[in-house]
T-cell receptor
């Protein structure tokens, strides 16, 4: 049983570019949440997807957008990259919209130069 | 906005010593979760507490949820080198929100 998988593991982009990160949830999970974790800090909630719709959103600008597919996998898109977007991007899957255990992927380390 | 603070930010102990991290929220939480993140790794779920005053134990780890559901603690008895990592509390505010708000984390270093 595969856990949460994210791709790519590492990525280097230039300021102003756009990036797409991908996440496959744990088998049986239907909810995907995305987090941004800067070095030395706790994960910050970006948004959550359930039934292919964005259900909750944190304090992130519209440059951050996402999508959930019918198979529950998800993408995180970031436009007009800034140096400050450099971080570890974590995907977490869970079952349903209730407050249950979240399973995190290994993350994508994004570096913006 | 809602803030979840943890103290201390960093703790260095000798192997065998006890360790405690405290978590405090500015608002009441519906429940609280604890995660461990090893250096270079990702957060791994440890436990969830739901009831006011709840205490749960996992081997050498003891978790407590405050009576007012605004604070929590994690205590590790007789630390081992395998306990090294950052411990995060994370809470749900309740109601219609499903946003999991992470604390600032406590980095534990264990010297053999």
């Amino acid at each position: 049983d595969a856990g949460v998988t994210q791709s790519p593991t590492h990525l280097i982009k230039t300021r102003g570019q756009q990036v797409t990160l991908r996440c496959s949830p744990k088998s049986g999970h239907d909810t995907v949440s995305w987090y941004q974790q800067a070095l030395g800090q706790g994960p910050q909630f970006i948004f959550q997807y359930y039934e292919e719709e964005e259900r909750q959103r944190g304090n992130f600008p519209d440059r951050f957008s996402g999508h959930q597919f019918p198979n529950y996998s998800s993408e995180l898109n970031v436009n007009a990259l800034l140096l400050g977007d450099s971080a570890l991007y974590l995907c977490a899957s869970s079952l349903g919209r209730t407050n249950t255990e979240a399973f995190f992927g290994q993350g994508t380390r994004l570096t913006v130069v | 906005g809602q803030q979840v603070m943890q103290i201390p930010q960093y703790q260095h102990v000798q192997e065998g010593e006890d360790f405690t991290t405290y978590c405090n929220s500015s608002t009441t939480l519906s429940n609280i979760q604890w995660y461990k993140q090893r250096p270079g790794g990702h957060p791994v779920f440890l436990i969830q507490l739901v009831k006011s005053g709840e205490v749960k134990k996992q081997k050498r780890l003891t978790f407590q949820f405050g009576e007012a559901k605004k604070n929590s603690s994690l205590h590790i008895t007789a630390t081992q080198t395998t306990d090294v990592g950052t411990y995060f509390c994370a809470g749900f505010r309740g109601g219609a929100t499903n946003k999991l708000i992470f604390g600032t984390g406590t980095l534990l270093a264990v010297q053999p």
